[in-house]
């Protein structure tokens, strides 16, 4: 088996005397899409902070690509490769695909002996048109303010995004809330192309269908704990939910 992207060992992490994620390990590897799994203050969105550097984990280790890894702040987490997407996408709602893309790292070009320096617009809009179709992802028009989008399309662009800009691990947290039917379907379709390019994909869903769509492994956290981790093809969408609320617990049997 290839060595695992990312390794957490023993993570923990209180607010005050609340103890939010308790001693959680894990491995992800290459090529696989991995569903985080648990009812609402199960720990899951505290515990992919503390990887991509929200949060500082009061206990434990993170190693990854082989090293162990502390990033102070999120921006420290993306420049090595780990890419979150929130519900919230934070996208800027007025401007336009390519804009978005390339938030925060415009390209400039020269004029007047360098004196002058504007947006490289034409080799954004080129760059993003390339970025999107490497997914399979058409747009009829990249011109158009990302307010104007679907949900569907507004994931997609956030994806395209982080493939962009080298990513080598991809947080989605909810990625198809709020979205229809055949929106839902498309950014799972997104979620296995990336599997497929070898870019492991940590899936935080409350949707049990989708995870069993598109998860290889599942992991399931409750009250701070993981307590359990299966292959998808071992479980079933009843014993899952029996984990998820308690009833059901493998780290008291060891």
Not at 102 to 115: D, N, Q, S
Not at 154 to 172: E, G, P, S, T
Request: charge should be neutral; include cysteine; proline fraction near 4%.
């Amino acid at each position: 088996m290839a060595e695992p992207l990312l390794s957490i060992r023993k993570i923990s992490k209180r607010f005050g005397g609340l103890v939010a994620v308790n001693e959680v390990s894990c491995d992800i590897y290459p090529g696989e899409v991995v569903g985080l799994l648990g009812d609402n203050g199960a720990g899951k969105s505290t515990l992919i902070k503390c990887i991509s550097g929200v949060y500082h984990a009061d206990e434990g280790d993170i190693y990854f690509q082989g090293r162990r890894s502390h990033f102070p702040r999120p921006i420290d987490a993306r420049r090595q490769g780990i890419e979150t997407i929130y519900q919230d996408l934070a996208l800027a709602n007025n401007l336009d695909v390519s804009a978005n893309i390339f938030l925060g790292r415009e390209v400039k070009k020269r004029y007047l002996g360098g004196f002058i320096r504007m947006l490289d617009e034409a080799h954004m809009l080129q760059e993003s048109r390339a970025a999107l179709e490497a997914l399979e992802i058409h747009f009829p028009n990249l011109r158009l303010p990302i307010e104007s989008l679907s949900g569907g399309q507004r994931q997609a662009v956030a994806i395209a995004r982080a493939i962009y800009w080298d990513a080598k691990l991809m947080i989605m947290d909810e990625p198809t809330n709020n979205l229809g039917v055949p929106e839902q379907h498309k950014v799972l379709e997104l979620i296995r192309k990336l599997r497929d390019q070898g870019v492991p994909v940590i899936l935080i869903t409350h949707t049990l269908p989708d995870a069993f769509a598109v998860s290889d492994r599942l992991i399931v956290m409750h009250r701070g704990r993981k307590v359990t981790e299966k292959r998808t093809a071992e479980t079933h969408t009843q014993e899952l939910v029996q984990y998820m609320v308690g009833a059901l617990d493998d780290t008291r049997a060891r």
